[in-house]
RNA sequence: GUGAGCGUAGCUCAAUUGGUUAGAGCGCUGGACUGUGGCUCCAGUGGUUGGGGGUUCAAGUCCCCUCGUUCACCCCA
């Protein structure tokens, strides 16, 4: 029997691991120096937390979720997303705010596998717990668009839009309504529109999007207070000179958020062109049992990132060490070859050797290993206590003593 | 969940309207070069044509089912 990989997984390896190494390590760096720490949650929670917080009328909870029961009978589910648990684990620890984590790690969903989704798919985010003030919302927006021009994607737009608070949104509601009952929409928007009427209006259905154009929109509806909080948003990403669009028309597929919400997108994907998106949450502490504490938080999938970046043709650095080849020619060589290599390996030189394969094919895999340099350990040499150093690139090669090779090395090699 | 396209060697793809033993390039192994990679040439290796059923004298090719995959919708990262 031979296995495959479960629908909507992918193995990352070889050609395509360094892409993610990279992607992680340079966030983390940028991350860190704006402040966040990371955390690390478990890839399962109850799934009342996550009912609880993204909202049990939406997509996630209703069809996306890997539940299971353990053998006790409790009740869990594979993490949808990384909010939830990181509010939950701040609550349960009791921090004192203001608190900024980032967290990197894999998110599961039930859906339709298709480009830039996966059932399995990897995300890094951070959550800023504690303020109020629109200054962290641009922070974290500004945060969001630094690192993804610093991982290398340009042509980047923000999508930015207030939804307001419970209050807001009630008023909104109603008003929204009232426009939708004149309107022809399609089959979808019209089961959707009691459901959840915002969601009409992230319909793609042409005919939806002509007649809901000019939609009432949210803004008119927000309190004194929302409508302020975005003034000032807006008011400090234009001072810093970042660029965003306005459109009333985002909301987010997870109920939690509240004010500020926003999305970045590129045109170097397909139909999936939202690398990220974020946005205030300021309720979720208090629903799940801590202080009633305002936060804002965003998360971009890695793996769009890199579809993304590949279809700009990004050149993804790699900065693993140069590859030094060893090769043999007889047992007794292969014996010295080993006890070099071993040796090397100690003083951080990244070696390697193969024990059956012919010199010539081991020459052929130092070459397909993309070695800078081949030690070759050769019976006759070793007579004289040499070896030969081969120069990979240009194909030259000399003899040089076998205590030395790690100061010929080091020369070489930086 | 809905719709469309595609499944042939490890990879990328051929195979006339259904017709003899399913081919090529790349890869891999070896040789030309007895202890030296890349370039060239030569040879070898490689397949339950995704799986099951049906139609037919004959199926990679047509039909049905199923699985996988890709893209789009829904939704989202």
């Not at 998110?107 to 985010?125: N, W």
């Not at 009633?292 to 965003?298: D, L, R, V, Y």
């Not at 094919?361 to 007579?383: C, F, M, N, P, S």
């Amino acid at each position: 029997m031979r296995y495959k990989l479960v629908k909507g997984t992918k193995d990352i390896f070889l050609n395509d691991i360094n892409k993610w190494q990279y992607i992680e390590s340079t966030s983390k760096k940028i991350l860190e120096d704006f402040g966040y720490s990371e955390i690390r949650t478990p890839i399962f929670e109850s799934t009342d937390l996550f009912s609880r917080s993204i909202g049990v009328s939406t997509d996630i909870v209703e069809k996306e979720m890997y539940s299971f029961k353990d053998k006790k009978g409790r009740d869990l589910t594979l993490r949808p997303e990384g909010t939830a648990s990181i509010v939950r684990a701040y609550v349960e620890h009791s921090l004192v705010p203001p608190v900024k984590f980032y967290h990197i790690g894999t998110m599961y969903r039930y859906e339709k596998p298709q480009s830039g989704r996966y059932r399995e798919f990897y995300q890094i985010g951070i959550e800023a717990i504690g303020s109020i003030s629109p200054f962290i919302d641009c922070e974290v927006i500004d945060l969001a668009l630094f690192l993804l021009s610093k991982l290398g994607l340009t042509n980047l737009k923000i999508r930015l839009n207030s939804i307001g608070c419970r209050k807001c949104r009630e008023v909104y509601k109603k008003i929204l309504l009232e426009y939708l009952k004149k309107k022809e929409l399609c089959k979808d928007c019209i089961r959707r529109m009691n459901l959840n009427p915002f969601r009409v209006l992230d319909c793609k259905n042409e005919q939806c999007i002509r007649v809901t154009s000019t939609p009432p929109s949210i803004l008119n509806s927000l309190c004194e207070d929302c409508k302020k909080h975005f003034a000032e948003v807006k008011e400090i990403l234009a001072e810093y000179k970042i660029s965003y669009f306005e459109d009333p028309r985002l909301f987010r597929g997870l109920d939690y958020y509240t004010k500020t919400t926003f999305e970045i997108v590129t045109d170097e994907l397909g139909a999936k062109n939202s690398v990220l998106g974020g946005g205030r949450y300021d309720y979720l502490v208090e629903e799940l049992g801590g202080d009633s504490t305002p936060a804002i938080g965003w998360a971009f999938g890695v793996d769009r990132l890199v579809l993304a970046l590949e279809s700009a043709k990004f050149r993804f650095p790699d900065e693993s060490k140069k590859l030094i080849f060893i090769a043999w020619t007889t047992e007794t060589a292969k014996k010295q070859a080993f006890k070099i290599a071993r040796r090397l390996r100690t003083e951080e030189f990244r070696c390697e050797m193969n024990y059956e394969k012919s010199l010539k094919a081991q020459l052929k895999l130092a070459d397909r290993l993309e070695a800078k340099l081949t030690v070759i350990v050769g019976t006759h040499e070793l007579k004289e206590g040499k070896v030969i150093l081969r120069n990979m690139e240009d194909g030259s090669q000399r003899k040089i003593d076998i205590e030395k090779i790690e100061l010929e090395l080091k020369q070489i090699m930086c």
